[in-house]
């Protein structure tokens, strides 16, 4: 097999599952929807083009940063679902020979499968994965059975679809402007013998709210996983500097002494962002907050954190409970804990009763115990929002 090249179709409005977040952007565990379906293509494919409604390209490239992906390009699809095909195709290096198409919102596809669509495209030219019809199929008009049809000789299509280049490309050109519900069929019009191999029942594409709720209890029963809770771990640790103010928890804490960094460097809050992050599998606050970008120059992390908050909630999750333990030798916490846990609990949108915030120190020994520097540790609990 000569360079294969992916283009993952993630363009569509999916009003069908209802909400204001497109479906193949919702999450499925621990990433998008878009990503769990791009996955199982990854060790096949040479490059990868991905296809995005406008307005959503730079949050699909955070979320593949987040996931440790990297792709050819994000492009912008269009109204149709040919025209977001061919913006994929066009942004394939030339010397890709043959491509994969594949739906954004069917995570479940195999590498079997993936690899047979493959062989068989690789002889043929144009290859799809279809499924036998599993029930009788009636054509109805007004109301009423007209016929029913031989379901031994229909199948359901599937994808992803494997083509030659060239096939597709010109398949779509000979098309002239007119429309087609998938590759399929424009191949077929331009005359060309489109192969099929067996689908499988299970590479099912996500339609409406039902589907969704079916994927997350597969997706969560793979992982075995307990649906709809994440659990995240953060850690940060800054020196001890003169001439700063010390923050924790959002809190001025008067000592001779404040943390050095970049932002007003609250460990014990910027350990709970990393927490929050990595319960959604969204990266770290370096990511989403660079170091040295002049918009963060002594920012109050209490903002960084509630910008985070967003940020899990645009994964369709909300802060269920935090525990958080600091690290410091100097100054004694145990009177501040209180103001902290009530100005993190504010930031959170969640009462002060979901948050534990603990001091101990390391018995004068490493950087904590030398005055040095301060950590902090933090483990937080996420649960999903309303998945509509």
Known sequence: MNRVG??????GSSTRTGGETPK??????LRPVFI?????????ADEVVVVVPAGREDHTKTALGAAGLSVAAVVTGGDRRRDSVESGLAALSDNVEFVLIHDAARPFATADLIRRVLDAASISGAAIPAAPVPEPVKRVEDGAVVATLDRSVLRLAQTPQAFRRDVIVNAYFALGDDDVTDEAVAVELAGTVVSVVSGDPGNAKITGPDDLELARLRADAAAGLNAGVRVGIGTDCHRLVEGRRLVLGGISIPFDKGLDGHSD??????AICDALLGAVAAGDIGHHFPPGAPEFKDISSIILLERVVAIV??????PASIDATVVAERPRLAAHIPAMREKLAEAMAVPAS?????ATTT????????GIAITAHAVTVVRERDRT
């Open 36 to 44: 769990a379906s791009l996955e199982p293509l990854l060790p096949f």
């Open 363 to 370: 018995e004068g020994t490493g950087p904590e115990g030398e």
């Open 6 to 11: 992916v283009v993952l179709v993630a363009a």
């Open 24 to 29: 193949q952007f919702q999450m499925l565990g």
């Open 313 to 318: 909630a645009e994964n369709g999750y909300e």
């Open 354 to 358: 979901a948050i534990s915030v603990k």
């Open 265 to 270: 460097a609250d460990v014990l809050t910027h």
